[in-house]
DNA sequence: AGTCGTGATCTGTGATCACATATTAACTCA
DNA sequence: TGAGTTAATATGTGATCACAGATCACGACT
């Protein structure tokens, strides 16, 4: 079974994207950059014409979304994006800074050069994007999410990368679809926010690292709680 | 569409549960538990017909196990337990640590009286089942399991809940294989914890519960990385 | 008008079929 | 005896069919 080490061996698998993936992948990020606003509701039917497949393959994917927490399953045979409430935004709020701030820590102490190089051009990226005001929203939201995840990335903890993406993904719509409407308010405590997480990580500094990102979310958090009334009683829609 | 408070309002609605959930809840139950080895291999088919129902609640149930990293599905199409290695059993302790630690800060600072009632009841249950010795090796594995969840639970967060769980799943076969084998190195430990585990959630100190998880993690982890040589250099099942 | 039944339509769930691909068995040839 | 090849079996993936239950629209009756 041994080979000698042949471009055979390096060659590495090809790939098998499974239908069910992609339809995964699709529905997620859309979901998670707050496209299909919470309470909407959609069918296997309608998603699978939707994407030119047969409903299996979005089943498969909504049964995971399900499970994840992304979508919900209401008791009337109903797929519907969950919509939040005051509360549960909270308590995300309070799990986010405590993962994510973890994350940030472990991510300054075992970063290499490499990842540091990553973070550093995203947050360039970032910065960039915000510069160009109203008409880069969608890219900045995408940069600001790809920035913290470079930075968890440098962690070296895969299992804990997909916890916090579990949880941006929960996170994501009320995120997307607030801070889109007004994306300047929040953008200007990021580039702080974000700053002092480069700064923290260039020095290797955790506890400054957590410390950022806390600060972070919070101020993101806030400012969604502030400026947003509708999620706060909201049981049915009109 | 208001109605007087008669017995139809208080029925509740019966709960719904499709095969799928059920079979995913049966196998959550044997991976979690260790009844599934590591490396073990499992196909549709032959789930379904254990289980007396048609491969599609099987498939439902495998795709969301999969999801989650309990199940791994292998490129040549097959369905397997993941095997566990060193290094991921080492990650996977230092993310419940710190998880699992502010699970029960929050626990300790947020429990109500009934919360500690049942908490000292699994206490009491797991002390009792320990004590009965090794005929009772199962269910004082189980109680453990119950103990440390109505702990997380008085946290009053549910979305923290469910990642400790996936959590337990990942790390569960690997745990309950080994500590089957040998309980009662192990439980001397658990019971010195958990009682200060129990002692600073009664006095609501978050930090001495947080110290107690953390230590009770750390023991058993240690246990099973000094006693468990098989997963260290285990690529192939003979 | 307001309420209740009734039919049509749409929903998720489960079973079955179809297929490309892996795995294994048997076999051939050296 | 052993390597290479072929036939047979088993696998996950995808599509389609069947069905119970939910939703909605329309109409009848009070």
Redesign the interface.
């Known amino acids: 079974m041994e080979q000698t080490d042949t471009a055979l061996t390096q060659m590495g ?1 090809l790939e ?1 994207v499974t239908l ?1 993936e992609r339809a995964y992948l699709k529905l997620r990020q859309l979901i998670m950059s707050g496209k299909l606003a919470p309470n909407e509701k959609l069918s296997l039917r309608s998603v699978a014409e939707a994407l030119g497949v047969s409903i299996m393959p979005v ?2 994917a909504v ?2 979304l399900v ?3 992304a979508l919900s399953l209401l ?1 009337n045979r109903a797929i519907s994006v969950p919509l939040m409430t005051r509360a ?1 935004f909270e ?2 709020l ?2 986010r800074t ?2 994510e701030g ?1 994350a940030a820590a472990e991510a300054a102490v075992h970063r290499t050069s490499r990842d540091l190089k990553l973070i550093l051009d995203y947050d360039k990226d970032f910065r960039d994007a915000v510069g160009k005001g109203d008409s880069e929203v969608d890219s900045s939201l995408q940069l600001n999410k790809e920035l913290h995840f470079a930075v968890y990335e440098a962690a070296g ?4 990368v ?2 916090i993406e ?2 941006w993904l ?1 996170v994501g719509p009320v995120i997307n679809l607030d801070l889109r409407a007004s994306q300047r308010l929040a953008s200007g405590n990021a580039e702080t926010h974000h700053a002092r997480l480069v700064e923290a990580i260039i020095n290797q500094d955790g506890n400054a690292a957590r410390a950022a990102v806390v600060a972070d979310i919070r101020s993101s958090g806030e400012f969604i709680l502030g400026s947003n009334q509708l999620w706060t009683n909201l049981p049915e829609p009109a």
């Open positions: 698998q098998r069910g089943r498969e049964t995971r499970a994840e927490g008791p549960k308590e995300l309070r799990i405590e993962i973890f903890s895969p299992i804990l997909s916890i579990g949880l929960k």
